[in-house]
């Protein structure tokens, strides 16, 4: 029998202000000598005080969620806009938060402001595109020279069907050839921070020997690339974990570093909303069976796995350099609205900003 059970904040909502998350223990003082723990949140962090305890008490690393991304950061040609970002920036220096910048490069072109691939009527030119993305990577990387431990400069340009690059106005104009300039360029503009190549599923079959071909080939060449980054949006009774400990194999063979950086278990698995050509999506944007709070059987099944993936990353801690969750609590997460809205639960803290039954299991892999 499903219990239901009263969710008192609905998605999005904070614990009031002041509210001391409900735990003695911290997450990023378990992980200290193994790896840094991060999370994605809110870009106008400065403005919610009531998530501030919670952060600061098991997070050493910040990465804003949208205001570092070429879209809303230069709309326009020239038109630059840190307002959000100097702020976030700001934020996290007086908190002593290291901050991920994300990201200079978006290899989708929906994710990228159409203006960078036009030239007046027609598509701009190889040459056009690149003087234009290193006039970008100069003024964004290059503004926060020295305050940034990481950079996300590529994100998911590796094809999921059949091709090796994602087909984009980036892939068109330049073929390779962008992501090894946006790596040198990064480096230049600010040489301190470590480097990342961020993909989705990137650790499973196909994909995977993609992620490592560009690797090697970059490499190679000597570009400036340090990290692999597995997002692991992972989704419950479904988590890759061979895959993920091959692909940490692979990164430590080539010496180059991982990072997890988006990391969340999705309890409302939403792989069907792609299943057979997208048939079940009617039905599915009304399915919504933890809307009055997640069933305990299911909190520990969330449990187990995430345990599971800790003490597989606690065993390649030699190689990880940050694990990140994408967003601090169940309320803030992006899976309560892709690929259609219900009510997910899919991190350690739930609504309120109490630790889930996966926290203590994630405590107990980190001791
Ligand atoms: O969580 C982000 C959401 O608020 C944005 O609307 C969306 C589009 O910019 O991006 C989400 O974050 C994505 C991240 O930037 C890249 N990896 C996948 C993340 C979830 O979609």
Not at 1 to 13: I, K, Q
Not at 28 to 44: K, M, N, P, Q
Not at 142 to 157: F, I, Q
């Amino acid at each position: 029998m499903l219990v239901p059970f009263v969710v008192t904040l609905l998605a999005g909502d904070s614990p009031p202000s002041g509210a001391a998350p409900n735990t003695a223990a911290s997450l990023r003082e378990a992980a200290a000598g193994l790896f840094t723990v991060g999370v994605g949140i809110s870009d106008r962090i400065p403005q919610h005080p009531a998530d501030w305890p919670l952060l600061t008490r098991h997070f050493s690393a910040v990465t804003p969620e949208n205001c570092l991304k070429p879209n809303p950061v230069q709309i326009a040609e020239g038109r630059f806009n840190f307002t959000l970002a100097d702020a976030f920036v700001g934020f996290a220096a007086s908190n002593r938060l290291d901050v991920v910048g994300h990201c200079l490069v978006w290899a989708k072109d929906d994710r990228t402001p159409p203006w960078f691939f036009r030239d007046g009527t027609n598509a701009a030119s190889r040459e056009l595109l690149l003087a234009r993305m290193k006039t970008h990577i100069d003024t964004v990387a290059g503004r926060y020279r020295g305050r940034m431990a990481m950079w996300d400069v590529v994100n998911e340009a590796l094809d999921d069907g059949t091709n090796f690059l994602r087909a984009s106005g980036w892939s068109a104009a330049c073929g390779e050839e962008f992501i090894s300039r946006a790596f040198e360029w990064a480096h230049a503009a600010d040489p301190g921070a470590l480097l990342v190549y961020n993909d989705y599923n990137n650790e499973l079959p196909g994909k995977r020997e993609k992620q490592m071909r560009l690797l090697q080939a970059l490499r190679e060449r000597r570009v400036p690339v340090h990290a692999v980054g597995l997002q692991g949006h992972y989704e419950l009774d479904r988590i890759p974990f061979e895959d993920i400990e091959e692909m940490l194999r692979a990164a430590r063979g080539l010496g180059l570093k991982v990072v997890v950086s988006e990391l969340d278990i999705d309890v409302v698995q939403r792989w069907q909303w792609w299943a057979d050509g997208g048939k079940r999506r009617e039905e599915l944007a009304r399915f919504d069976p933890y809307r009055h709070g997640c069933p305990p059987e299911i909190l520990e099944r969330q449990a187990e796995q995430y345990g599971r993936l800790f003490r597989l990353f606690r065993k390649y801690a030699d190689v990880i350099a940050r694990v990140s969750f994408w967003n601090l609590h169940d309320g803030q997460s992006w899976l309560n609205h892709f690929p259609w809205e219900r009510a997910n639960h899919p991190l350690l803290f739930d609504r309120t900003g109490r630790p889930k039954p996966a926290f203590d299991a994630v405590m107990s892999a980190l001791k």
